[in-house]
């Protein structure tokens, strides 16, 4: 392997090298050139580069009229459910694909993993939702380009700094909502200066409690303050260097659906990227980026009812190091090829402090009693992948895309709890080797017709907290669970086709329709999952239930399939009317049930007007009730609900823009599917978390 990484960065220093020493034979005015922009963005809009089987949301900088979590951007998107722990930690589910199953990364690769084993801080409490400028998404196994890809590949796009052109500019946004009497205010900074770009912002968020549509107040609050800044110089007219910075602070955040609440979360991010286009017959571009970050994790149970027996505070530490070089090449004039590797480096470590206060009957003890748990045993993923992926131009109507990838996977826990050991006593450092793989063949059928056919294989090794956990509650379930380091990699085998369309009308009263349709099947192999196992008995509070803990397991025989389709009226020059449909099925035949976190159909719809100085939009969403059901993961039938949002804009001037909305019109007492149940909290059972009732809210942004 070695030879083949020191062959790989070889040839790319020669094509830099050769490439400098032509740029310095002619005089290039950097000043009055377009800065080229980083591989920030995934799709592009060319046809002849971009991934199969792409979708792209890229509204998010107009129309607002709420500050957000950056997760509850996915609410919108066709596919998209949340998993809700709280008001705060807010996962994206894509068919019923969720976690290390989905590739989710920002600007074009860059990682960041949560250090709490319930997932407090997942990569969307890392990203301000106002800095969102699109998210794309690879709807399954269909690129090998973007890292280890399951099920998908989701790629935030922030604010790009080399696309300011003055010395200076931004824009200040300050927002409000009723319901938890929540604040939100961010200032964001643009500088163009000769070779140099910069983008710099800062925000602040105060969120309250929020109230369901009964009236019941859930414990939600959260503080959190962020800041990040971009700074870009252009080296020449086909190279660019950036280096990128963000750090965030999130304080006293309350999960109504976890046993703790983080009393402290401190993340870190820092990126270096490098660019250059090239004017050679065959090599064409290569792209480099290097990142680090950084997570540190407090949590407690000292405002829950259990403090009372037994006073808990963890802290634990995820460290992410990974980079990635692809090279772009021209092999004749039908055939262009992407190669190249990426590295992703994943440690964390940490524990459990408990002081029990009582024994098992409840009576206080005369001396608490000390106990240390290891919680992520000093353990480590590290991926190496190779990969190479070409698209080959048949016709002008018809391109085929292949691509293949190897993944170099080795595994470790250093610091193994004594009965973790007990359990694996031949636990050592592990080396995997995955295949993945993809074949698409596009076709156009005119102008506004197209049709893609694409089979993928998409295989994914055990996560650290599936190989490694020890003995903790990470699941909506009540158990406590116990990882599997001689877990087989996960592999999903998965078909789709798609077609879409457009037609234009030249009379006034009908303009526009845009229609679509995916269909996907998805056969898997050794899905993991959590299986109780009835020969244990768990390790923390052994005499209550559920006594047997889960352990992760590979099960043989598990399917998904499903499809979405819109349909995009545009009429009377300012009208539209969406509406969107997505359905997922799946099925673990082992048992019998279905798979856990399968989301129910749902049917958006969606009337707008827009003007030029102001703009409004009623949103009608019906979701249908669940009943198929995982009853291994405790799960249990929910009722359908539909809910009405109203939201409006108008430009007061200009510079400033004012966005207000009502969200759950109606006040609506319902629950998703996917949010977790009410966890050590007094009042409250084991039922789902209900969801916000009405909510006014109010947002402003002004730009200078």
Known sequence: MRNIIGAIFFSTTLCIAQQNENAT?????????????????????DGKKDPSQVVVKSDYQEK???????????????????????????????????YEQLNIQYDGGIKAYHACPNRMDPITTLINPEEVSRIEIIKGPFSVRY????????????NSANKCESKLAGNLSSGYESNGNSVVNMLSLMSKVNKFHFLGNVSYRDYGNYEDGNQNEIPSSFKSLGYGFKIGYDIAENQVVQISVRQNFGRDVLHAGLPMDTDEDNSSIVSLDYKLNASNKYFKAIDTKVYYSFVDHIMSNYRRPSFANSEAIALVEATTIGGKV????????????????????????????????????????????????????????????????????????????????????????RDLDDDFAELYPLVDKRNETNYSGNI??????????????????????????????????????????IGNPNLKAEVNNQMEISYNGKKEFENKT??????????????????????VDESLVR???????????????????????????????????????LTEVAYVYTENKDFNESLPLTPPLVTRFKIGYEREK?????????TARQPKTSQSFDEIETRGYEILDVKAGFKVFKKLNIGVGVLNAFDQFYNNHLTFAFNNLSGFGRSPITEPGRNFTLFVNYKF
Not at 362 to 386: A, E, H, R
Not at 396 to 407: N, V
Not at 614 to 622: E, G, M, P, V
């Open 326 to 413: 692809e090279t772009e090449w021209d092999l004749g004039t039908k055939w262009k090829l992407f190669s190249g590797l990426d590295v992703v480096n994943l440690s964390r470590d940490g524990g459990r402090n408990r002081l029990v206060k009582t024994n098992m009957m409840g009576n206080p003890l005369p001396s608490p009693l000390s106990f240390y748990d290891k919680i992520w045993q000093d353990s480590y993923t590290n991926t190496f992948g190779l990969f190479a992926e070409s698209k080959y131009y048949i016709s002008d109507k018809s391109t085929l895309t292949l691509g293949s990838r190897l993944d170099f996977v080795n595994s470790e826990a």
């Open 539 to 577: 390790k923390y509070n052994p005499t209550s239930p559920p006594i047997h803990p889960k352990v992760f397991r590979n099960i043989d025989h598990a399917m998904k399939t499903g499809f979405e389709a819109y349909l995009d009226v545009k009429f009377h020059n300012y009208f539209n009317l």
């Open 147 to 158: 890292g280890t890809n399951f099920g998908g590949v989701i790629n935030m796009v922030t």
């Open 614 to 622: 102001y703009w409004f939009s009623i949103h009608y969403n019906l």
């Open 440 to 481: 698409s063949y596009k076709h156009n059928l005119s102008n506004s017709k197209s049709v893609e056919v694409s089979l993928g294989r998409g295989t994914r090794s055990a996560s650290i907290e599936e190989r490694f956990i020890a003995f903790f509650n990470i699941g909506r379930d009540p158990y406590e669970y």
């Open 64 to 98: 607002v009229v709420q500050p957000k979590n950056t997760g509850e951007l996915f609410q919108d998107i066709n596919g998209f459910s949340l998993i809700k722990r709280g008001n705060y930690a807010v996962d994206p589910s894509f068919r019923a694909t969720q």
């Open 25 to 45: 034979t002619q005089t290039i005015d950097t000043v009055s050139k377009k800065t080229i922009p980083l591989k920030e963005v995934i799709v592009t809009g």
């Open 510 to 531: 009908l303009n526009q329709i845009n229609y679509g349709t995916s269909v996907y099947y998805s056969i898997y192999e050794n899905y993991i999952l959590g299986v």
